[in-house]
Structure formats: C-alpha cells, structure tokens
C-alpha cells in the first residue's frame, strides 16, 4: 500500500512520467505495443497511486493483498513502468524489456517477476482467472481482498471471455472488478468493423453485472467507479473506460496502426520518420507536463 | 509364469469372475477421501457431474463443488484462478473436451503459470463405445504429455485410479489423470504399490517386455499369460505415469528382454508409444512395436467389437508378441 495517495495533478503528473517511461523503453525494446500500453498509463496510474489497490512491493504475496490480473498481456509495458514506480523492482530494469535473461518477458510471466498475477497473453482467459480468484478468496471469506481485472476491449471477441462473464453473474462475485480498455481499436483495425462489441453495456448488464462507463483519462471518474465497485456487494462490477489509444502522442492517437508497433521501427504515413519518432513523442510528453502543471497552477 | 509377489495383484487374476469395475469410479471415491482429508481441495464439473463420478464429493462438500457449466474453457481458466489462491481444484470433464478443446488455457494459465491444477478426462479411448468418434479422446495423453511442467496418468484400473487421485491431491503441480468409461477388471489391490512417477512390474519375463497403461494393461496380462502357453516368457509393466516417465524401470527390463511392445488406448503415436520409442531412441535402439489406435478416428460399436477394429485387445498384443519373436534375434 502507498503511504500516501497522490492529489490530481500529481497524479497526472505521474502518468506523465509513466508514459515517458512506456516510449523510451518500446524504443528501446525495438518492439511491442505502443497503444495500448498509453492509453491505459491513467487507469494504472490511478490503480497503484491513488490509493484504490493494496500491496507491498516489498512482500509480493502478501495474502491481503488486492490481485491485479492483467488479460491483455501484451500492453505490459504500462504494468511493468506502474510496478517499477511503485516499487516492486529497480527503474533501470526496464530497459532490459523483451531481452534475453530478462524478467520483463515480452508478455508478462508470473513466475519470471514477483508481483504480477499470472501470465498472459493469449486472449480472454484472464477474466475466467480472475473469476477463480474471486470466488476462491469469497470461499475462504477473505474479505480484504479485491480481484481487478483488466482487459481489451477486442479480447471480448473470444468464447472463453463470455462463459466468465457468465460466471461472474451466476455467482454475484462481488469482489471482482473487470476494467475493460474500451479504446476500440485493434491489430486489424477498428472493433467495430472487425467484430462488433457494441451495445457492451447492454450486454454486461444482461450478465448481471454492475456496469459503470467512465472517461479512461478522468481521475475523478477511475476512482469514483472503484469505490464504487468495492462497494457494491450484489454483483460483480464492469467499469467500461472509454479510452484514446496512444494517448499522449499526437500521431499514434486513435491510430490502429500504432497498436502492435514501437516507436522508431518503421516509417507511418502521418507520423514522423521513423528515426524521429521517440523523439517527437517524448517531447509531446514533455509539453503535456508544462500543460499540466499550468493547468493546475 | 513369474508374477511379481511384491505387486499384490488380486487372486482372481485369469479367472472369470474377475471383480469389474468402471475406472473413473477410483477416481470419485478418493475425491471424496481427499476432500474429507484437505478441506483446500475443490471440485469443478463443466455439467457432467454424474459421468465423471463427482456425485459424492457434490454431496458432501457441496461449498467447495463448483458448477461450471458447458464451458470447458472456463473450466480449467477457473481452475487456473482458485488455485492461484491456495486452492487445490480438480476440474472434471470427458477428454474430448477437456483437455480437448482448452489446451491452450492449459499451456498457458496452468502449466506455464505453474498453477496446482487437476485436469481429469474421463471417456477416454475407444472404449467409450456407442457414442463414437466425436466423444472418443484418443489424442489426450500426447496433448498434455508434450506441456512442460505437466504430470500425466493413466491409471490402469478403479484401485489404482483411486490411489493417484489421492497422491496428486498432494502435489503442488498441474497433473492431468485419463479416466475410461466401461467396466474394466481390477487387476490391482490395496496392498498394491502407487507411487507418481514409478513404472511397476506386475509379471516378470524375459522374452518381452510390455509396456501398458489404462484397460490395456489387462490386456496384456491375458497376453502374457496365452504366450506363457507358447513358452513366450513376457514382463509385463504397468506404465501408469506416462510423464514423468519411469526411465530406469522400463530401460531395466529392455536391456533384459530386447524385445519391447507398448499397448495405450489411444494414438499410438505421441502416446505411450511415442513416449518410449523416444525414451529407447536415446538409449537403447531396438525394434519397438507400439498397440494404439493408428492415426485413425474411433467410431460407434461395442467395446469388443472397437478393441477387435483397432487391434487393442489381448489377441492383439500376442499376435505383435509371435511376430516378433519369430523374427528370432533380439
């Protein structure tokens, strides 16, 4: 647990930097998931320095702990940057992303990294776990912890997401709380040609799940739909975040093209050479946090 | 004919009153045990509660049974989940489908995330009969058999099937145990020994060795005691965990026989089968003869009339067992 949750702006702030840390290390990395990974830096940001979830990165299995299962394991560089902020393991290790002998897998290994949850990266299994844990923790009446869930929006597309979801409702666990990534984008392109998933709300609510539809990038509205989630005991909760994948960085925003690919690897017709890439983007950065702080000021 | 006292096997052996009984119905009375023993165990059942022998366990400790539904993949994901907290879940289903149709859930969530799963697939091989090829597992024993981390057991009757449901109850790793529907003969007894991991062998020979797991491991006891008739002197292994997969005892009894058949219910290849001729590939190249289903889907019929189609029977065995030896040199 953090000692002390961060006000708003230090909060975004914080984002700030974590998606500083998400480019230079993709750069680095030479590839992965640029999107995603940005897209998200808010909720995570909110999740591990707002006070909304327990933990010790000093004793990983602290068994009161709240879980955080990421489904979609490939936008683990944000995870990876939020855990090293937080504490779990030193800043520099993050260079070492998707090298050999590395602890930072390219999708994320449970047994590799003390602190995550599990290990993924195929899609739509990550809420069946999760689901697991719920119920397995309800059973023991451990009453602490909470089971987040976070997952893409285009991972709804698979059978084994749904028979979670219909679980989750059978059951009423009402400690587990599912964030879906609604960025609508995916490798592709957009979710709503590839397979629609619209109306969601609508669908997670005929589950018999809670449904919250919040702003991704909103701080206020993260932690509002959290409390709420814990609050509610008759049924597990679904906050839709409604995200802008790339978010940040001007030429990657909303662009399905940047969903699988790193900055620096490849000319994109829109975007900055390629070799200018990192660098533009880290600048945009950098002037969001002159925003920031004026904004706030 | 030299059957190995330390085995116990049961004093009706070749007589014909031989005590049947379905496999899986081992299974269901040490899920129960093991639930009165660890109150962490719990029992997950994608709607086949009855088939898979879970009845009892359901009643007894009715919290700790979970209802999953027709939903293979969320069966074992689920699994995947509670074991994450402490628990130890055996999650249930025929083969077919589990681990048919979710082994990348298993791949990935149980083995390469090391989670302390129970897969068990009941229905397994021919056998299943009348409902055909559709519910026949046959490919399930290489499926898990190639996953890292994964323990996998065939046991070859209702006692044995009992006994490794209680030694994987206390285990830490994912295991998977392969049931058979139909009545098979107990060949075993509770004085026979189980240990994970250990091949035993029930007759002593030196002619042949075979290899067997599951309802073939009678099959080729009745075959080693028609060759016996031949002056065909045959060791007969109960090979029931084909994974990790007992090297000394099955190497030990080759370089004695120099004559090795295996006999699975199911595909020969990536089985049992595959199992040992890479196991003798690497250390001691002979003539292997492998008694599976080859390369080929089941189908509807009874189990006589299956056996006898896919040459699984003990008419079979000894059939590959002449030819071999009439070939002469080991």
Redo the contacts between chains.
Sequence with gaps: MIEQPLDIKSLELKADAIRMDIITMLTHAGSGHSAGPLGMADIFTALYFAGLMCYNPKNPDWVERD?L?LSNGHINPVLYVAMAHAGYFPHSELKTLRQFGSRLQGHP???RLPGL??????L??GL??????????R??Q?KKPHVFCLTSDAEIQE??YW??A??AGKNKLHNLCAIIDRNNIQIDGFTEDIMPLEPLAMKFQSFNWHVIEIDGHNFEEIAGAVGQARAIFEKPTVIIAHTIPGKGVDFMENDWRWHGSPPGKADVIGAPPASDQAKVALNELRTLKGKIQSEHQ | MNINKDQNLTSKLFLEDIEMLPIRKGFGEGLLKAGEDDDSIVALSADLTESTQMQAFAEAFPERFIEIGVAEQNLVTVGSGLAAVGKKPFVTSYAGFSPGRNWEQIRTTICLNDRNVKIVGSHAGVSVGPDGATHQMLEDIALMRILPNMTVIVPADSIEARKATLALAKTQSPAYLRLAREKTAVVLTEDSPFEIGKAQVLLEGSDITIVACGPMVYEALLAANSLAKHRVSCEVINCATIKPLDADTILKSAKKTGRVITAEEGQAAGGLGGAVAELLTDNLPLPLHRIGVKDRFGQSGEISQLWHEYQLDAHAIMQAAMKIMSRGNR
């Design positions: 879980r299962v290994e449970r047994l949850e599990t290990t993924s990266g195929p739509g299994s069946s776990q999760a689901s697991g844990m719920a119920y397995g923790l059973l023991d451990q059978g084994n028979e979670a219909m679980f």
